[in-house]
């Protein structure tokens, strides 16, 4: 071996002892760092932050070394700092009342596209219709830094302290589907008076004048605006409004309960029946046939989501179409574009999304 061949393989054996501490480091799950690769190429941090940038004072050379180890050690950028260089976290915040409704899961997938789309993660909780869960998933996603929180209140939410408190910390909110009026800032609804309206009306243009309308609680603004479109119905119709037709019951197990009751019972006379989402829906129409009637034959019944289920039953549920996806994606836009421009002035905007009525056999006419 010449002393060219001796040199050559010196400064090869040199090189490996460099990197032996940062290889046993890593093995141990240690993750790379931009100091880590500057030691093992024995360069500056700056040089090797510039060459994974393509910066234009950094070689070909240097920039091919330093990327070519940086992919070999699985070199990732540390998410931390870059926040705090960028005084962001993107990462946005979602509080859903429950993941299993149809509704709320198509929310979530059009949130995602939309946020991971512009580079955001975004951080699920579920309040379960729980005012104390709902607070501790708020102070929750405070603690993590999130940059902004779209929000779907629960049923049991009448104090919405630790919703200001969001913004009192610098973090916007967007309300979507059960909005907040008292708190001044973006809201995505759909247009549940006219809904409510095209539900009823639909009922009664099918021969149906004693309408049972199951609520959620009162106090929630779908509920105020979907009593005002039944209301709005019955009026256009001449049918006299009957607060007796007016039940809180929004969900499945709920509805099976209450409507049985009030056909065994005969404590109501009623022909149709308007829920205030599919679920209770069809919890209703379970209930009918239980109690020896016919659907849509001796009373029909329409629901509110359009979710798979509401074609999985017998007979297939008419509904109103409440496009979930559609309200994700919306809301979504909207909070990143406050996020980007918080310190602009601006007026909150609430989107309002039109409702479609899907017919199914849930309410089809009588032959006769």
């Given at each position: 071996?010449?002393v060219?061949?001796?040199?050559?393989?010196?400064?090869i054996?040199?090189?490996?002892?460099?990197?032996?501490?940062?290889?046993?480091s890593?093995?141990?799950g240690?993750?790379?760092?931009?100091?880590d690769?500057?030691?093992?190429l024995?360069?500056?941090?700056?040089?090797v932050?510039?060459a994974?940038k393509?910066h234009?004072?950094i070689s070909p050379?240097?920039?091919?070394k330093v990327?070519?180890l940086?992919?070999?050690?699985?070199?990732r950028?540390?998410?931390?700092?870059?926040s705090?260089?960028?005084?962001?976290?993107?990462t946005?915040?979602l509080?859903?009342?429950?993941i299993?409704h149809?509704f709320?899961?198509s929310?979530?997938?059009g949130v995602?596209d939309v946020a991971y789309g512009?580079?955001y993660k975004?951080m699920?909780?579920?309040s379960?219709?729980?005012?104390v869960r709902e607070v501790?998933?708020?102070q929750?996603?405070?603690a993590s830094r999130?940059?902004?929180?779209?929000?779907?209140?629960?049923?049991?939410?009448t104090?919405?302290?630790?919703?200001k408190?969001?913004e009192?910390?610098?973090?916007?909110?967007?309300?979507?589907?059960r909005?907040?009026e008292?708190?001044?800032?973006?809201?995505?609804?759909?247009?549940?008076?006219?809904?409510?309206?095209?539900a009823?009306t639909?009922?009664i243009e099918?021969?149906?004048?004693?309408?049972?309308?199951l609520s959620a609680?009162p106090?929630l603004?779908i509920?105020?605006?979907?009593?005002?479109g039944?209301?709005r119905?019955l009026s256009?119709?001449?049918?006299v409004?009957?607060e007796n037709?007016?039940?809180q019951?929004d969900?499945?197990?709920?509805?099976i309960?209450?409507?049985?009751?009030l056909?065994?019972n005969k404590?109501?006379?009623f022909?149709?029946?308007?829920a205030?989402?599919?679920?209770?829906a069809?919890g209703?129409m379970?209930s009918i046939?239980?109690?020896?009637f016919?659907?849509?034959e001796?009373i029909k019944?329409?629901?509110?989501?359009?979710?798979l289920i509401?074609?999985?039953?017998?007979?297939?549920?008419?509904?109103?179409?409440?496009?979930?996806?559609?309200?994700?994606?919306i809301?979504?836009?909207?909070?990143?574009n406050r996020?980007?421009n918080?310190d602009?002035?601006?007026i909150?905007e609430?989107r309002?999304l039109k409702?479609?009525l899907?017919?199914?056999e849930?309410?089809a006419?009588?032959?006769?």
């Open positions: 071996m010449n060219l061949q001796q040199i050559y393989y010196i400064k054996y040199k090189f490996v002892l460099s990197l032996l501490p940062l290889l046993c890593y093995m141990k240690h993750q790379t760092t931009i100091k690769i500057a030691k093992a024995g360069i500056s941090p700056s040089t932050s510039r994974l393509d234009p004072d050379k240097t920039k091919e990327k070519k940086a992919s070999q050690l699985q070199y950028p540390n998410a931390i700092a870059l705090l260089k960028h005084s962001k976290s993107f946005i915040g509080i859903i009342p429950e299993v149809h709320f899961s929310i979530i997938s995602s512009s580079g975004v699920i909780t579920q379960n219709e729980s005012y501790a998933d708020a929750a996603l405070l999130v940059d902004g929180v779209l929000i779907s209140v629960s049923k049991e939410t104090n919405y302290d630790h919703l408190n969001l009192k910390n610098g973090i916007p909110i967007v309300f979507f589907d909005a907040i008292s708190i001044s800032t973006d809201k995505v609804v759909v247009d549940d008076v006219n809904g409510a309206f095209q009823v639909h009922l099918q021969s149906c004048s004693k309408i049972l309308f609680p106090h603004l509920s105020k605006n979907r009593l005002e039944y209301r119905a256009k119709a001449g049918i409004f009957n037709y007016i039940v019951c969900t499945y197990n709920g509805a309960f209450s409507v049985y009751n056909i065994k404590e109501l006379d022909d149709g029946v308007f205030v989402n599919d679920a209770t069809i209703a379970r046939k239980n109690a020896g016919s659907v849509p001796d019944v329409v629901g509110f989501t359009n979710g509401s074609l999985m039953t017998e007979p297939q549920l008419t509904t109103i179409e409440q496009h979930g996806f559609e309200m994700g994606q809301s979504a836009r909207i909070l990143l996020i980007d918080q602009e002035f601006y909150p609430t309002v409702t479609e899907v017919i199914r849930s309410t006419k009588r032959i006769e």
